[in-house]
């Protein structure tokens, strides 16, 4: 089978399996990327998300993580949802982890498309990666054409907006790239405008230590800056706020997968059913989330300095 052929039958598998887009890049040095990263970690805009800092020369050359590497396959997931928590004055959970942890999820369908790859041309040299290890994976989004960074530093798409997951498979098979997307932000500025912490200092610039995300998920300090008293908007993990204010995002469309599909008891637990949240709860509704990364403990902190 020649490259060509080979390239397309992987993009209408990695369709039939259930990513919305599945774009294609030559292995090589990130050496622009890397300029940028270091010059992001210089400036200390990553807090104390230390790991940032670790395999460096991994971050920004995929041959470094798999011996050969020859193409980076980049796919979307979308878990956009209509659904939303009932009580409008409860603390509120990003979209994305409403559901099953997406990093179960997802890698689950990689594993398949990985598995076809390998029935298709034998034996392969490769990994698979869902936000699990040092892979700049906007980067490779955007050079294989899967989309554009925006002004919030999301990748987005014409076609889907930004509320997706991002994967790669990385493998030592030639496969025929694809050309990066243009930037269609133009002059807006409504994610910079409607940052409550003014996390995005400047176009396509976030400053991670003033980020909601940051502070909510990440940040394990037993008590979370008084400056920032009352400008969380009521985001408990995570926060949305540079998505939901995206034109682009008015073309998002709901997902096909149900295991990102809420619980029920967590869409319906009210304000006070959040203060007075106990561990017991935590481990059944968030079961299989991946707002268990930031604890039980870190969750009651977040809820207490909404009040």
Not at 34 to 45: K, M, P, V, Y
Not at 80 to 96: H, L, N, R
Not at 181 to 193: A, F, S, W
């Amino acid at each position: 089978m020649n490259t060509l052929q080979l390239t397309h039958n992987i993009k209408q598998k990695a369709k039939q399996i259930g990513f919305d887009s599945c774009g294609i890049a030559k292995a090589e040095s990130l050496d622009a990327e890397a300029r940028i990263l270091e010059a992001w970690l210089n400036q200390g805009l990553h807090g104390k998300m230390a790991y940032m800092e670790n395999y460096f020369d991994k971050r920004i050359d995929p041959r470094k993580l798999v011996e050969g590497a020859r193409s980076v396959i980049s796919l979307s997931y979308n878990y956009f949802t209509g659904a939303k928590q009932t009580d409008e004055q409860a603390p509120k959970i990003a979209m994305y982890a409403l559901g099953h942890d997406y990093h179960v999820v997802v890698k689950q369908k990689l594993e398949m498309l990985y598995n076809y790859i390998e029935a298709e041309v034998g034996a392969i040299n490769g990994r698979c990666f869902v936000d699990s290890a040092p892979v700049l994976e906007r980067a490779w989004a955007q050079r294989s054409g899967v989309g554009w960074v925006g002004k919030n530093t999301n990748i987005l798409t014409r076609r889907q907006g930004s509320y997706f997951f991002l994967a790669e498979i990385i493998l030592d098979i030639d496969l025929q790239p694809d050309s990066p997307v243009k930037d269609y932000c133009g002059t807006c500025t409504k994610c910079i405008d409607a940052c409550p912490t003014g996390a995005i200092y400047q176009p396509y610039k976030l400053d991670a230590t003033k980020c909601i995300s940051y502070f909510t998920i990440e940040l394990r300090d037993e008590i979370l800056p008084a400056d920032y008293s009352g400008k969380f908007e009521n985001w408990m993990f995570g926060c949305d706020i540079c998505q939901q204010v995206c034109p682009i995002n008015a073309q998002s469309t709901p997902h096909h997968e149900p295991q990102f599909e809420p619980r029920p008891e967590l869409l319906s637990m009210t304000r006070k059913d959040w203060q007075a949240l106990s561990e017991e709860t935590y481990r059944r509704i968030f079961k299989n989330s991946a707002v268990k990364r930031t604890k039980f403990k870190g969750l009651k902190r977040n809820i207490e300095f909404l009040k």
